[in-house]
């Protein structure tokens, strides 16, 4: 999986990388047990800090989205549903709340997620 980063973006590269590997495994990009790059890999081809991949690292094994062993690095994790924490909750309520005062209808929110949904690739 080819990753991109905006180094001009207000989302932290941490964040970044973590977001590209959640919906690479929705879309179907990334599989079960799929390895990804070192830490020093990642950092050395992007040009990124070896303590910011490890951070994101960090998080997306808390989270659940990957598995990390000495010997094997960082792999996709099995099939398990990762259930939406508080912070994804919050965070969904809030771009609910911005597109409500954007003027959407409830009809048009709900018919955007199905699409985005549906872009993910996943039958679930």
Do not use: H, W
């Amino acid at each position: 999986m080819l990753m991109t980063f905006d180094f001009s973006s207000p989302v932290p590269i941490y964040m970044q990388i973590r977001n590209q590997v959640i919906v690479g495994i929705a879309e179907g990009k990334l599989k079960p047990g799929e390895k990804l790059p070192t830490i020093r890999v990642l950092a050395e081809e992007s040009g990124i800090n070896m303590m910011t991949v490890s951070k994101a690292y960090q998080l997306l094994k808390q989270e659940g989205y990957i598995v990390t062993d000495r010997r094997n690095g960082a792999t996709i994790a099995g099939k398990e549903i990762v259930p939406a924490g508080k912070e994804t909750r919050e965070a969904l309520k809030l771009y609910i709340s911005q597109l409500r005062l954007s003027g959407m209808r409830k009809e048009d929110i709900l018919a955007l997620c199905e699409e985005l949904y549906d872009e993910g690739g996943n039958d679930k």
